[in-house]
């Protein structure tokens, strides 16, 4: 069982960027297919990107689409998620998981069987 751990969460300012990280331990995380999602105050948590296990192939959120890249490095057991142009409305905890190989992508979160602690961004105007 993969256990997952995200990092790089902070406060920026409109127009910043961030790098967020998620850590896998306990498997590896070759195996998986990477998700990533968010939830704001008071709404549903919602897809943002998904990575193959090769980081092949990739899909996104069109609220997202042009500014944040998923990638990963397998040798690291590691997932990211870059962030580039942030707007008020990313704020939002973020959470990384993760679905057992499917050869393809996940975008339906009920299909993550695992999934982080989450991590925050809070972007100001």
């Known amino acids: 069982q993969v256990q997952l751990v995200e990092s790089g969460g902070a406060p920026v300012q409109a127009g910043g960027s961030l790098r967020l990280s998620c850590a896998a331990s306990g498997g590896t995380l070759r195996s998986y297919t990477v998700g990533w999602s968010r939830q704001a105050p008071g709404k549903e948590r919602e897809f943002v990107a998904t990575i193959n296990w090769s980081g092949g192939r990739t899909d996104y959120a069109d609220s997202v689409k042009g500014r944040f890249t998923a990638s990963r490095d397998n040798a690291k057991n590691t997932a990211y998620l870059q962030m580039n142009s942030l707007k008020p409305e990313d704020t939002a905890v973020y959470y990384c998981?993760?679905?057992?190989?499917?050869?393809?992508?996940?975008?339906?979160?009920?299909?993550?069987?695992?999934w982080g602690q989450g991590t925050q961004v809070t972007v100001s105007s």
């Open positions: 998981a993760a679905a057992p190989w499917t050869g393809g992508l996940v975008v339906n979160l009920a299909e993550y069987n695992y």
